[in-house]
């Protein structure tokens, strides 16, 4: 199809669904539709979509300069090439350079699905187009640091706007376990979305909310982030021992190694606790879908659990990346890699305390330093 | 070997042990030989001889009547037929009969590795053989009704052992995830040790520690009692997902279940944070290895799951018992069955908040009231 005739698609399909009735999976009884704006067409900004969709809003998915041939596959038989699943007919795929000023603002909400390397970029684009205050919502995980100390994703992004002259848009972020593929497939999810602002919070979340897609409302944004990005830096430690398992074997009697793997999980959620308190969160948040409930489903499958078993196996980070992984995002190690010299600076001027954090530091030196991993069994909590 | 024999056989190693000095796996610098008497030969029992020998401490093992082949196999072969693995020659079986005034007095702690059913039977012995206040240690998991509220176990074999005129006895407890064919193994483990006793706890815990098995005190006994209880309840709700996928298969793009079970991981977490608080016991429990490692390890494979599992398949709790599990205890299902009464006393009486706990409600329906297993989606935290 010519980008001419495509431009005419978006705009019938546009005026179509903003005068529709809600989708029946949407669980609002008085709905008025939205129009939400989804940058980043991965895996987990498209997966995004469909119970946006499903709720009953019209979804402006628009690709990054990555997501090309993601953009033109959707454009050509509706189905996401990552996911395998049709887009509901309410999401309308753009490429990067349809993203316009006319678009952002008719859209109620903004929703980041760009990876954590592409915020910069996404913040560059908001920053020059934004023309009112929207809320934006992030589905990157990260942390960042900034003058010497560590800084959850949406204060970054307030703080790059910022630099363009944007301020007062509020900006949250979704938390919890949620593969992509299975939000995509509609299996259900249950997730945290967190703002700052509570009666923005209450308009939001039951925008979201769908029969498979179970939203539930958070205030503490800096808990659920801190959550949202340390647990695939603590995913690392606990794949480990399947690793180790596959490197010794099982024992004479059959044994595996999972009393192992649960000892890891319970000193990273101690922890995350301690650095979610150091961030200003709650022990709520740990506790919960963005700590404990994302923590598991981590550990379940995925890339960050995937290094941690090549650690396991005897490999050094460096030889496991570059032989094994050189293509993947492992989103842990990328982390280790940035607060590994934030939190050793917040060691020494004495801001954090050292001995709060051996496993932290075990893969940080793993990570950082390229060094065997280490289980500090005598320092754990 | 006769009888007679045998009982040779124990008395010259005992002599032997209790002059030697420790083991090379134990940890403690200056370290003295201990007497530990283990009651009950079962999984858990019978690992937890491994590290007590390796600690350096004679252990004299003793099987309930349930456990004479048990007692008989190790005898001819050294070698528990369940664990699969050669005892250390410091441990020493003894069949039932064998329990006497004269081998009680002898040791320092006295271990309960029986069932939660073998608890009555446990207490009958000991009250009527105990003649002095050695602390008792449970491995035995599982919580007890008294006068219409909930009480940990360690309390009921206090009152148990008060009954036959005995007390200032200590009472504590093992909890943390603990697979006993790993722990015989060798494979690392971290558990938790609780007494509300500080000083004896700080005796106790370097008497059992070794290289592979990494003891953490604990003064919270109620709270890791709690969670080493009712992990095994949640499990029940966290097998269901597995379940649930078999029946319905796998989504049109691969996807399976996870991010359900790990919604109710979080919301199991939630619920016991809420019971331990009403048993009196602390959050940092129900964070730690007690209770989120416990749970995880729990959910990783076992008979919990496993009922979790058929009841989402579709099964009512009645059929997947009686047709697949008749022989195999599960832990889980016969703790609902004792707790769902008196939940619902507590909260009739308004003590507990029944919105507080829609998923032990749920697993209660399911199991006391053989109804189909239904996730409360929208009661949830």
Same mark, same amino acid.
């Given at each position: 199809? *010519? @980008?001419?005739?495509?431009?005419?698609?978006?705009?019938? %399909?546009? %005026?179509?669904?903003?005068?529709?009735?809600?989708?029946?999976?949407?669980?609002?009884?008085?709905?008025?539709?939205?129009?939400?704006?989804?940058?980043? *067409?991965?895996?987990?900004?498209?997966?995004f979509?469909?119970?946006?969709?499903?709720?009953?809003?019209?979804?402006?998915?628009?690709?990054?300069?990555?997501?090309l041939?993601?953009?033109?596959?959707?454009?050509?038989? =509706?189905?996401?090439?990552?996911?395998?699943?049709?887009?509901?007919?309410?999401?309308? +795929?753009?490429?990067?350079?349809?993203? #316009?000023?006319?678009?952002l603002?008719?859209?109620?909400?903004?929703?980041?699905?760009?990876?954590?390397?592409?915020? +910069?970029?996404?913040?560059?684009?908001?920053?020059?187009?934004?023309q009112?205050?929207?809320?934006?919502?992030?589905?990157?995980?990260? !942390?960042?640091?900034?003058?010497?100390?560590?800084?959850?994703? +949406?204060?970054?992004? %307030?703080? =790059?706007?910022?630099?363009?002259?944007?301020?007062?848009?509020?900006?949250?972020?979704?938390?919890?376990?949620?593969?992509?593929?299975? /939000?995509?497939? =509609?299996?259900?999810?249950?997730?945290?979305?967190?703002?700052?602002e509570?009666?923005?919070?209450? #308009?939001?979340? +039951?925008?979201?909310?769908?029969?498979?897609?179970?939203?539930?409302?958070?205030?503490?944004?800096?808990?659920?982030?801190?959550?949202?990005?340390?647990?695939?830096?603590?995913a690392?430690?606990?794949?480990?021992?399947?690793g180790?398992?596959?490197k010794?074997?099982?024992?004479?009697?059959?044994? /595996?190694?999972?009393? !192992?793997?649960a000892?890891?999980?319970?000193?990273?959620?101690? @922890? &995350?606790?301690?650095?979610?308190?150091?961030?200003?969160?709650?022990?709520? #948040?740990?506790?919960?879908? *963005?700590?404990?409930?994302?923590?598991?489903?981590?550990?379940?499958?995925?890339?960050?659990?995937?290094?941690?078993?090549?650690?396991?196996?005897?490999?050094?980070? #460096?030889?496991?990346?570059?032989?094994? &992984?050189?293509?993947?995002?492992?989103?842990?190690?990328?982390?280790?890699?940035?607060?590994?010299?934030?939190?050793?600076?917040?060691?020494r001027? =004495?801001?954090?305390?050292?001995?709060?954090?051996? !496993?932290?530091?075990?893969?940080?030196?793993?990570?950082?330093?390229? !060094?065997? &991993?280490?289980?500090?069994?005598?320092?754990?909590?």
């Amino acid at each position: 199809m *010519a @980008e001419r005739d495509w431009e005419e698609v978006i705009l019938t %399909r546009h %005026r179509t669904y903003s005068s529709q009735k809600c989708h029946a999976r949407c669980l609002r009884k008085d709905c008025k539709v939205s129009e939400i704006l989804v940058l980043g *067409a991965g895996a987990m900004g498209s997966a995004f979509c469909f119970p946006a969709a499903d709720a009953g809003n019209t979804v402006h998915l628009v690709g990054t300069h990555l997501d090309l041939e993601w953009i033109r596959s959707v454009r050509e038989t =509706g189905i996401h090439p990552k996911l395998k699943m049709k887009f509901p007919d309410k999401v309308i +795929p753009y490429t990067h350079d349809q993203l #316009s000023k006319t678009l952002l603002s008719t859209c109620d909400l903004i929703v980041l699905g760009v990876s954590s390397a592409g915020i +910069p970029w996404a913040v560059e684009q908001l920053g020059s187009l934004i023309q009112n205050t929207t809320p934006i919502l992030l589905l990157t995980k990260g !942390l960042q640091t900034r003058e010497d100390t560590l800084q959850i994703l +949406p204060d970054s992004v %307030r703080a =790059g706007l910022a630099e363009h002259g944007i301020r007062n848009v509020p900006v949250g972020a979704v938390a919890g376990p949620c593969i992509a593929s299975e /939000l995509a497939a =509609g299996r259900d999810t249950r997730v945290v979305v967190g703002f700052s602002e509570a009666e923005l919070l209450e #308009s939001i979340v +039951p925008r979201l909310a769908t029969s498979y897609y179970h939203v539930h409302p958070s205030t503490d944004l800096a808990g659920i982030e801190a959550c949202a990005a340390l647990k695939n830096f603590y995913a690392l430690a606990i794949g480990y021992p399947a690793g180790l398992l596959s490197k010794q074997g099982k024992a004479e009697n059959g044994a /595996l190694m999972h009393n !192992l793997a649960a000892g890891l999980f319970a000193q990273a959620l101690v @922890e &995350m606790t301690q650095a979610v308190s150091f961030l200003d969160g709650t022990r709520d #948040s740990v506790m919960g879908l *963005a700590g404990a409930g994302d923590l598991y489903v981590t550990c379940q499958a995925g890339r960050n659990s995937r290094m941690g078993n090549l650690l396991g196996s005897g490999l050094r980070y #460096s030889e496991a990346k570059a032989n094994h &992984m050189a293509n993947d995002t492992v989103e842990g190690a990328e982390l280790a890699l940035v607060i590994g010299p934030a939190l050793d600076v917040l060691f020494r001027h =004495g801001r954090l305390d050292r001995k709060s954090f051996p !496993l932290a530091i075990a893969i940080v030196d793993a990570i950082c330093h390229d !060094l065997p &991993m280490n289980i500090p069994w005598t320092a754990f909590y």
